[in-house]
Each structure stands twice: as structure tokens, then as C-alpha cells.
């Protein structure tokens, strides 16, 4: 049985096929136009690092152009993606500095006690440091409020 539409749909098809080739020149457009700012594929190739899979590194947790912490990962863009989805260190960028499974420790130890971050403060960090370590071990900094 064949299928007949009213003028009505005949119309309603014309006018939604209208508007979407409307809206596709539309985009056109603004493709056009965005494409001064956009960069281009020799520059995105040129800028590009090679890809290693998982990096085994020290990473460093910036806020404001300050490093609050220090760890250490076998795979550094996976565990700063879990710090970030954690929400525990409020931080805004990141930087990591690749070495050697076996030095991950001694890396580590080394930037902490250099840098002393607020939210690597360990009995190790303050002894290192000559600081009075409370007897509770660990302790948070006063000023960094954590929030769920």
C-alpha cells in the first residue's frame, strides 16, 4: 500500500529542510569566520610531543603559580585526573618531571623537602626542616579548607 502525505506534511517537509540548509549556512559561516583564530595543522603538528603511553614521573599541583603539592605516579596524567575528579587540592595547573621507577621515592623526598608544599606537610618534611612535628602525626595546614 503506498504512502500518500497531505500538502500540509508536503509543506511542513519543504520548510524543515528549508531551515535546515539555512542553519547549515549559517555555520558555514561562522566556521569562516572563526577560522582566523583557529591554528593550523603544520602548527598543531610542529607543537605536538610523542605519545608514550603512561609517564612515570614526580608531578607538582600549582595554585596560583605555587606548587601546594608533590607526588609521585607511574602513571602521572591518570592520577592527576584523579586528584582533580577527588576535588581534595585545589589546584589550577601541573607539571611533571619524568624519571625512573626506582627514583620515584628519592624524586619525590627531594622536591618535597626543596619546595615544602602546604599539602606535603609530613613529621619527615617538618623534622627535615627543623619545625615542631605534632604528635598526631599528619596534620592539614590552617589555611587550606577542604570541602566536599
Given at each position: 500500500m503506498p504512502y500518500y502525505r497531505t500538502p500540509e506534511q508536503k509543506e511542513a517537509i519543504r520548510a524543515a529542510a528549508e531551515m535546515r540548509k539555512a542553519e547549515r549556512k549559517e555555520f558555514a559561516e561562522r566556521v569562516v569566520e572563526m577560522r582566523g583564530d583557529l591554528v593550523l595543522h603544520g602548527e598543531i603538528a610542529s607543537a605536538a610531543k610523542p605519545w608514550h603511553g603512561r609517564v612515570c614521573g614526580v608531578y607538582f599541583l600549582l595554585c596560583k603559580g605555587v606548587v601546594v603539592y608533590v607526588g609521585q605516579s607511574v602513571g602521572v596524567h591518570a592520577r592527576v585526573?584523579?586528584?582533580?575528579?577527588?576535588?581534595?587540592?585545589?589546584?589550577?595547573?601541573?607539571?611533571?618531571?619524568?624519571?625512573?621507577?626506582?627514583?620515584?621515592?628519592?624524586?619525590?623526598?627531594?622536591?618535597?623537602?626543596?619546595?615544602?608544599?602546604?599539602?606535603?606537610?609530613?613529621?619527615?618534611?617538618?623534622?627535615?626542616?627543623?619545625?615542631p612535628v605534632q604528635r598526631l602525626g599528619w596534620r592539614k595546614p590552617l589555611d587550606v579548607r577542604i570541602t566536599r
Amino acid at each position: 500500500m503506498p504512502y500518500y502525505r497531505t500538502p500540509e506534511q508536503k509543506e511542513a517537509i519543504r520548510a524543515a529542510a528549508e531551515m535546515r540548509k539555512a542553519e547549515r549556512k549559517e555555520f558555514a559561516e561562522r566556521v569562516v569566520e572563526m577560522r582566523g583564530d583557529l591554528v593550523l595543522h603544520g602548527e598543531i603538528a610542529s607543537a605536538a610531543k610523542p605519545w608514550h603511553g603512561r609517564v612515570c614521573g614526580v608531578y607538582f599541583l600549582l595554585c596560583k603559580g605555587v606548587v601546594v603539592y608533590v607526588g609521585q605516579s607511574v602513571g602521572v596524567h591518570a592520577r592527576v585526573d584523579q586528584h582533580e575528579m577527588a576535588g581534595l587540592i585545589a589546584f589550577d595547573a601541573w607539571h611533571y618531571v619524568e624519571c625512573e621507577q626506582e627514583q620515584l621515592d628519592v624524586t619525590e623526598r627531594a622536591y618535597i623537602d626543596a619546595l615544602l608544599p602546604v599539602m606535603n606537610r609530613d613529621d619527615r618534611t617538618l623534622i627535615s626542616q627543623g619545625l615542631p612535628v605534632q604528635r598526631l602525626g599528619w596534620r592539614k595546614p590552617l589555611d587550606v579548607r577542604i570541602t566536599r
